[in-house]
């Protein structure tokens, strides 16, 4: 592997998007109906270089896709990105994922990420944003509700790691 590449593996220069104001460890997240999804836009070009996902009290494995949408976010454009991990109590409140190469997310289209969890139940996130503005992007999560529950105000994906494209 390059220098290039193993430089833009690594979160250089990232910026963690909040959306998630409050995790609660009270309420569980159960995963039966399928797969977590959040659907959003960004203002400006940046490199998505991962995701944070709520945590557990035991653990669980991850698996994440990045999906370009259409406007209705029921047709699938592309599929960008996957990437998989196992994680546990140990790593924390909130578990990163980090994918293997970072995806280009342009404005004024739609993404879609989307995982499916398997194992104990995780921690839930309540009081999300539904935009963010953080390190010069803006990103706009939208109005969708996943097989699973999550949506723009609540569920997984508390956190986003990006960094902008200069």
């Not at 139940?121 to 992007?137: Q, T």
């Amino acid at each position: 592997m390059g220098l290039i590449r193993l430089v833009d593996r690594y979160p250089y220069g990232v910026t963690t998007i909040v959306r998630g104001l409050q995790r609660s460890s009270e309420d569980t997240w159960v995963y039966e109906d399928g797969p977590d999804e959040i659907v959003l836009r960004v203002d400006s070009p940046v490199q998505l270089l991962g995701v944070g996902l709520c945590g557990s009290d035991s653990g669980y494995t991850a698996e994440l896709e990045v999906l370009e949408v259409g406007e209705d976010f029921s047709e699938e454009v592309a599929s960008l990105a996957t990437g998989a991990q196992t994680f546990t109590k140990a790593d924390g409140g909130v578990y990163q994922l980090y994918l293997a190469e970072p995806v280009t997310l342009q404005p004024d289209r739609y993404y879609m990420l989307s995982v499916l969890l398997k194992g104990a139940e995780s921690f839930c996130c309540e009081d999300c944003m539904d935009v963010v503005v953080a390190g010069g992007v803006r990103v706009t999560f939208q109005c969708w509700e996943s097989p699973n529950g999550t949506n723009e105000q609540r569920g997984q994906f508390p956190e986003l790691y990006v960094r902008a494209v200069r």
